[in-house]
């Protein structure tokens, strides 16, 4: 753990429950944290500052049984809020149990602030608040940002690699123009990849695809979750051996009723037996400088290829529509789904977002967590789909 220099910083600073803030001075704060960041766009306007806030700490659906759900750290002389570090409630399934588990979410400081121990301070005094609350305590990002890495290693958090990035070409012409922005090579080596990427994804239409598949599964757009995705729910997320839970309550405050994208839901289903048989969430957004396709969630039984398959494909055709759109990517750690996504042409490559967690809670065994074949997590489990994080 972090050692006693942290009773120096207490000298200077003291943490209080963020419900004790008054709103404007989380405005002023929130305004000033992210001023130089790269999500800085999300935190210009008021309204949607409190709206932001009001969504992670009032209207969580697994909110019950937790004190609080975020926190501030204020300057002892000036009263100023200097820091802030939240939680995001989840209920963690494994192997047939549940557990209440928490992602750290809007661990910033203020750039003048920085540096001075207020990040480890907030992380320390969180993790012992969790302590009686949360099973499991988990990170992702970092995007191999080094001090946050060590700082969390220091924590005693296990790191569990990066998550998978897996990305499909949409447009060429953009990608290439990112690189070599040249008036004869750029259409040139447009031309001549479109044509080697056109071969390539025919040869995986022609080969890749199982005759079955696709035929009789109906794909539509949804305006919320309703019952039907409890037991949705119920029924595939059996294979999984460690997942956060997704059900009516859980999708609806997470994609329907927030303040941050334009989501577009769509149910899979046979045509046999209208129930959802799956989901798929896509949103549109940058990546690397690029207008991006995002695949945000994507749910089915771990053993349903058909419908992993059929929605993933649903995902290529829908982008496919729009000419801005240079690239589709998907995040997630789940070998069901990477395998889904290589099928349809999708490719693996390096990703920056890693995985951390820390079991917080005494009798949880840690080696089932530790091994990364249990786990399903894609971009929208933690606040990576939430901040717009763009990653590498």
């Known amino acids: 753990m972090v050692s006693g220099s942290l009773g120096r910083v207490a000298e200077y600073y003291t943490i209080y429950s963020g419900s004790s803030a008054e709103g404007v001075e989380l405005i002023e704060f929130f305004r000033a944290a992210y001023a130089g960041e790269f999500n800085a766009a999300g935190y210009r306007d008021d309204k949607k500052i409190i709206d932001k806030w009001e969504w992670a700490n009032l209207n969580n659906p697994n909110r019950n049984g937790f004190r609080s759900m975020a926190w501030i750290c204020r300057e002892n002389n000036s009263r100023r809020i200097v820091g802030h570090f939240g939680i995001m409630p989840v209920s963690l399934k494994y192997k047939g149990s549940y557990y209440p588990a928490v992602w750290g979410r809007d661990l910033i400081v203020l750039p003048q602030f920085r540096k001075l121990g207020i990040g480890p301070f907030l992380t320390s005094f969180v993790l012992k608040e969790a302590r009686d609350e949360a099973a499991i305590f988990m ?84 305006a919320s979750f309703d019952g039907s995705f409890d037991r949705l729910w119920e029924e595939a997320s059996a294979p999984f051996d460690i997942i956060v839970r997704r059900d009516s309550a859980a999708l609806n405050w997470r994609f329907v009723r927030q303040p941050y994208w334009d989501y577009k839901i769509f149910k899979a289903s046979r045509k046999d037996r209208r129930e959802p048989a799956g989901y798929i969430v896509l949103r549109e957004g940058k990546s690397r400088g690029l207008r991006t396709g995002i695949i945000s969630d994507i749910f089915a039984s771990a053993d349903d290829q058909e419908i992993l398959r059929s929605m993933v494909r649903f995902a290529v055709s829908y982008f496919a529509k729009n000419d801005y759109i240079a690239i589709i990517r998907c995040d997630v750690l789940s070998k069901a789904i990477g395998s889904a996504l290589v099928n349809s042409g999708f490719i693996s490559i390096p990703s920056g977002t890693r995985f951390m967690f820390t079991n917080i809670r005494d009798g949880l065994y840690p080696a089932p967590f530790k091994d990364r074949n249990n786990w399903f997590i894609d971009y929208a489990d933690s606040d990576l789909d939430l901040s717009g994080r763009p990653g590498a």
């Open 139 to 222: 990170i992702a990002g970092l995007n191999d940002n080094d001090q946050v890495y060590r700082m969390y290693n220091k924590f005693g958090f296990a790191d569990m690699g990066h998550i998978p990035l897996y990305v499909r070409v949409n447009r060429l012409k953009p990608v290439i123009r990112s690189k070599i922005n040249h008036k004869i090579l750029t259409p040139l080596l447009s031309g001549v990849g479109n044509l080697a990427i056109k071969l390539y994804y025919g040869c995986i239409r022609a080969f890749g695809y199982s005759r079955s598949d696709n035929g009789g599964i109906c794909i539509d757009e949804i």
